[in-house]
Structures are given as C-alpha cells and as structure tokens.
C-alpha cells in the first residue's frame, strides 16, 4: 500500500498537525510505503520571506524525523526538489474546472486574509492533487481541513483516467478517529491554525514544557464541571481529544475517570500527557537540528526515491495526453 501525504513547511508546526497528521503518518508506515513531502512550492502561495522559507523547510523535515519518520523505511522528501510536481500540476491544470476551483473552502478563507490574490493560491488544489497522483497513492492520511481537496484530487484522477485512458490509481483519503480537527485553545470552535487561530490557543510542537502547560492551562473551557462531549462544550470535548490521542486511553474512559473531578485536576493531567508527548519529539529534534549534513544526506535520500518513482507516472502522463515523446537524456 502506497502512502502519501504532504505537510507545509511554512508557519510553525502545532499540535493539531501533530494529532491530524504527522502521528498518522508514522502510524502508516508500519502498513505500506510511506511518501511525505514537505510542500514548499505551496508555501509560496501566499506571501512568504525567501530565508524564512529555506530555513522552516529544513526545520519541518527534522521534524517529520523526529516525530518518528524512519529515513529506512519512508520517503520524506521536498517538493521542489522533484520538478515532476510543477510539471504534472500544469497538465492537471487542463482536466481540472475553473468552478471546481472556485468552490473550495480553503482557497476562500484564505482569500480572504490576502491583500494579494496570488493565481497560485487558486490553483494551489491542482499541485496537490499532482503531488499525490505522482505516486500511485492508494491512501492520503490528512486531518479534517484537507479533505476537500483529496476528494478534488479524486475526480481529476477519475476525469483524466476516462479521457485518457487509465492512467493513475484513484486515492482514498483516512482522516483519523479521534484527532482530525483539533480546535484553537482559546477559540474552540476555530480549529488550531497558526494563521487562523490565536496564539495562546495555539499549541506548537516545539513549545518549552513550561509554555505548554501554560496554554493549556489556560484553555477556554465552560462554566460548567463536568468533563464530557456535548453542546457547548467545545473546549472540553477538545481536551479529551488531545488527553486520549497523548496517552492512548478512549475518550469515555477519560470522561469516567474524570467524573466527579472538576475541570482544574483534568486540564493539569492534559498539560503533563502533552508535555511528555512532545518531549521526545522535541529532544530528537534539537539533535537533528545540530547535525544539518546528515539532515542534508536524508533530503537527497528521499528526492532521489521520489524521482524515481514519480518519474515514470509523469511520462505515462506526458505519453497518455499526446505529447511527441521526449529525447532521452
Ligand atoms: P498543512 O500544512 O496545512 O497541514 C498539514 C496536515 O495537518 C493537518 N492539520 C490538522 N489536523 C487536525 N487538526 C488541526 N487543527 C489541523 N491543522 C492542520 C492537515 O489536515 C494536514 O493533513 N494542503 C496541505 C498540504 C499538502 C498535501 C498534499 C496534503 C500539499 N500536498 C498532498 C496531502 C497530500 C496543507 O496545507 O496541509
């Protein structure tokens, strides 16, 4: 089974990524063939810092390692180092409608926090669905928020394998049980976001243990006691999330265990169950982050994988749609 997933190396990772995505992908890769790419060219879409860029791109791949990505087994790789991507959404752009474009949610909201529209914000579906085509993905592990834009990569596949001919595997997306729409800590009924969210309702990855039990502390819950899922209980319901994906325990075991508790007792066992969930991750981290030749030897690694077998899905394509074949070399 082919994996294949992507992750934006811009804005600081959060413990919604976490939770909705990256632990997914670790998860994955016990099951099939892991390819997680670090989306730098969709990062541009909006206004971004040229060495900001170079430096988050690096700093999101230690990240994926760090997290638990074995460099042995998966393929974490960066976009841009694989131009088949840029090459194959340019063709995706001619089976994919201008309408379709236009009805999605992300591109809408995120519209609307631009001055500058840029065009590559609006056909930013179309690189995505190329980066997932490329592979022969048959799942795309991703939170909540992208499950749109899988389903659109759905029909292009489908629309381009019946005009012409079969040409690639049509993914299906898995977003997770419990975890797929972590909400903003102060605002919970926003989810977490580093560009939509608040920043003390924003739990980052690499947050020091003090800073995080701070937020969390101080997450906005209700007036009420109980801790339980139910309406208007947004805040909670999120905390049990975020306690049953950090200590593996079921949602209405916690709610039990918390019965008669009160809400101070539950929010400082979710700070400690965060703290320790991230400790690891963020020990690796900083060890990777002080050796950036071995980081780089990874990056090769995967793009030269990722090239390999994005290649000859790119000239099925380029053959498939009539192009005069290409001199080799
Ligand atoms: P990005 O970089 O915004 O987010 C990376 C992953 O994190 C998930 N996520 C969340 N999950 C739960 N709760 C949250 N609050 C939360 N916020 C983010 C996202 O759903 C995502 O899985 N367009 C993609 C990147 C992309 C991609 C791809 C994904 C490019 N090409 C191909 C899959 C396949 C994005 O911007 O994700």
């Keep these: 089974m082919r994996i294949f997933s992507g992750i934006q190396p811009t804005g600081a990772k959060h413990l919604g990524n976490y939770i909705g995505a990256i632990r ?31 430096d988050s791109t690096v700093s999101v791949a230690a990240l994926l390692f760090a997290a638990g990505l074995d460099p042995e087994r998966s393929t974490v790789f960066v976009q841009s180092h694989v131009p088949a991507h840029a090459e194959a959404a340019w063709l995706l752009g001619s ?17 609307e926090r631009q001055e500058f529209v840029a065009v590559g914000l609006f056909t930013y579906p179309v690189l995505q669905a190329a980066d997932i085509l490329l592979y022969d993905t048959d799942v795309v592990p991703v939170g909540e928020d ?25 993914p299906r997306v898995e977003v997770p049980e419990i975890g ?15 560009t939509g969210g608040t920043e003390q309702g924003t739990v980052l990855m690499l947050d020091p243990p ?31 999330e975020v306690l049953s994906v950090a200590t593996g325990d079921k949602p209405d075991a916690i709610e039990a265990r918390y019965a008669d508790g009160g809400y101070g007792d539950f929010k400082a066992d979710v700070a400690d169950a965060v703290v320790e969930l991230l400790r690891p991750i963020q020990e690796r981290y900083q060890e990777l982050r002080g050796d950036p030749a071995e980081l780089e030897r990874l990056l ?19 053959d498939r749609m009539g192009f005069v074949r290409r001199p080799s070399g």
């Design 95 to 111: 089976v994919t409608s201008f309408g379709e474009l236009r009805r999605m949610t992300q591109f809408k909201e995120k519209a």
């Design 146 to 170: 992208q499950r749109q834009h899988i389903e659109l990569t759905r029909d292009v596949a489908e629309r381009f394998n019946s005009r012409y001919g079969e040409t690639f595997v049509v």
């Design 24 to 54: 997914e992908y670790v998860a994955y890769q016990e099951r099939g063939d892991a390819f997680i790419c670090v989306v730098d060219l969709h990062s541009i879409t909006v206004g971004h810092d040229p060495r900001e860029l170079r």
């Design 180 to 194: 797929a729409k972590i909400m903003d800590l102060q605002e919970p009924t926003k989810k977490m976001s580093t």
């Design 300 to 318: 090769v690694r995967g793009a030269e994988r990722a090239r390999a077998v994005s290649a000859p899905v790119l000239e099925r394509m380029v």
């Design 210 to 240: 003090d800073v995080l039990r701070k937020k969390l502390k101080s997450a906005v819950t209700d007036s009420g006691r109980e801790v339980v899922r139910g309406p208007g209980k947004e805040g909670i319901a999120n905390l049990i």
